[in-house]
C-alpha cells in the first residue's frame, strides 16, 4: 500500500519482496473480517448496489499500557464523502476502489487530524499490484519518530512471515495477514517508548531469509 510514509524503506527491500511490516509475536495479530455496507461514491460508475467494505484485524495489543491495532479496510467501490484530491486525479484515472489503514493508539485514531479518509488511497480493484512495498513508522508525537509508536508496511506474496531485532536485544516476530477476496496482506507492530530498531529481516514460507534491513530506528 502505497500510503504516505512516515519514513522511507529502502529501495532493495522493496523491490525484492514488495514491501514489509511486523506484527509482535506477543501481541494478538490477524482476526476475523467484518464487513459493513456504504453507499458508493459519487465518483465511481452509477450503481444502486450497496459496496460492501471488507475490514481485516491486521495486528493488535498493549504497548506502554495502552491499546493498539491496525486494520486494512477494502472499499469496492469509492465509498460516499471520499473524493480524490484535485492533485491526485490524473494520477488515480481508473482506481474506483479503496484501501484504508486504520492505526490507534490509546483509542486516538493516528493522523485523525487528517479527517475520515485520512491514510487512504485508491486502487485498482481487489488485486491491484502497485500497491505492494509501502512501510512506515507511525505514531501520535513527531511523525513516528518517538513516543509509543506502530511499524506498519505491506508485504507482496512471497513474504511469509518477519523478524524485528531490537537494540535492547529483543525480538518482535509475526506473519502476514491478507484483507479477504483481496491480494492485500500487511502485518504490524507496536514498538514501545524509547525502544530503537536494529535490523528488519523478511522470510518465506520455508523460512527462508529474504531481506535483512538496518535503516530503521
Do not use: N
Not at 512471497?158 to 477476496?181: C, H, Y
Request: hydrophobic share 40%; glycine share 14%; aromatic share 6%.
Amino acid at each position: 500500500m502505497t500510503f504516505p510514509k512516515k519514513a522511507a524503506i529502502t529501495a532493495a527491500v522493496l523491490a525484492t519482496v514488495g514491501g514489509v511490516a511486523f506484527g509482535a509475536s506477543a501481541f494478538a495479530a490477524g482476526g476475523d473480517p467484518v464487513t459493513t455496507s456504504v453507499r458508493p461514491a459519487t465518483l465511481t460508475a452509477p450503481s444502486t448496489v450497496a459496496s460492501k467494505v471488507v475490514a481485516q484485524t491486521i495486528g493488535k495489543g498493549t504497548v506502554d499500557g495502552l491499546g493498539w491495532s491496525v486494520v486494512l479496510e477494502f472499499y469496492p467501490t469509492l465509498p460516499k464523502g471520499y473524493a480524490i484530491p484535485a492533485k491526485g486525479m490524473k494520477m488515480e484515472a481508473g482506481k474506483s476502489s479503496l484501501l484504508c489503514q486504520r492505526m490507534m493508539i490509546g483509542g486516538v485514531r493516528i493522523d485523525h487530524q487528517g479527517g475520515p479518509w485520512a491514510d487512504c488511497q485508491p486502487v485498482a480493484g481487489a488485486h491491484d499490484p502497485s500497491q505492494a512495498g509501502g512501510a512506515g513508522l507511525w505514531g501520535l508525537t513527531d511523525k513516528g519518530t518517538r513516543g509509543s509508536r506502530l511499524f506498519v508496511a505491506t508485504v507482496g506474496s512471497g513474504v511469509s512471515s518477519g523478524v524485528l531485532d531490537l537494540a535492547d536485544g529483543s525480538q518482535l516476530k509475526a506473519s502476514a495477514v491478507t484483507v479477504p477476496g483481496t491480494s492485500y496482506r500487511a502485518f504490524a507492530v507496536a514498538i514501545a517508548k524509547g525502544k530503537t530498531i536494529t535490523s528488519v529481516d523478511t522470510y518465506d514460507g520455508r523460512h527462508h531469509r529474504l531481506t535483512h534491513d538496518t535503516y530503521w530506528r
